[in-house]
């Protein structure tokens, strides 16, 4: 594999990953009216391919994610917000694959990620939605934060499980 391409058998992953977090993103446990949601582990196999293949498999994965999340569920308001709202945040959890021997880092670094950049799109761009006389900050770190604390435990609690049966160590010695 050189380093520009993804073989054959890297593309076949990433294509499965997507389309099984995408599958988990309709199975919501918990939606917040303005957007955002808790859902049975649908950040689980982008950190997993993450964790697997490393940071540069992780960001194109979680990239395509975010292109087929904008494709089924749009939200724009305004490019930059697009931008933090999609293929920064969902980037951001490849970031998850620099933790490649510490799974549960992996998913509090890369759930984090995608925190901090819906965290600046919220405050940039919809500090409208804050109560009176709530600074837009504290909103958008409230806000945000509600469903992806949510996302951070039911993640780790699904990649626990995943770690103490062994999968990961068959997944990541194929």
Not at 10 to 32: G, P
Not at 128 to 154: F, K, Q, T, W
Request: contains cysteine.
């Amino acid at each position: 594999m050189s380093d520009r391409t993804f073989s054959t058998r890297v593309l076949a992953e990433i294509v499965m990953v997507v389309a099984l977090s995408v599958v988990l993103s309709f199975i919501k446990i918990y939606t917040l009216p303005q957007g955002g949601s808790i859902t049975a582990g649908s950040m689980v196999p982008l950190i997993w391919i993450s964790l697997r293949r490393g940071v540069k498999t992780g960001v194109f994965t979680c990239f395509v994610y975010s292109l087929v999340q904008f494709a089924l569920e749009p939200y724009a308001y305004h490019p930059i917000q697009v931008l933090l709202d999609y293929p920064i945040a969902f980037g951001a959890l490849g970031l998850a694959g620099l933790f490649g021997s510490y799974p549960l880092i992996g998913v509090g670094v890369g759930i984090g990620g995608r925190f901090i950049s819906h965290f600046l799109s919220g405050f940039l761009f919809f500090a409208e939605y804050a109560p009176e006389g709530m600074n837009p900050i504290v909103y958008s770190a409230i806000y945000n934060g509600s469903y992806l604390v949510g996302e951070v435990i039911v993640s780790a609690i699904i990649t626990y499980i995943i770690v103490k049966r062994n999968l990961y160590k068959i997944y990541l010695n194929e």
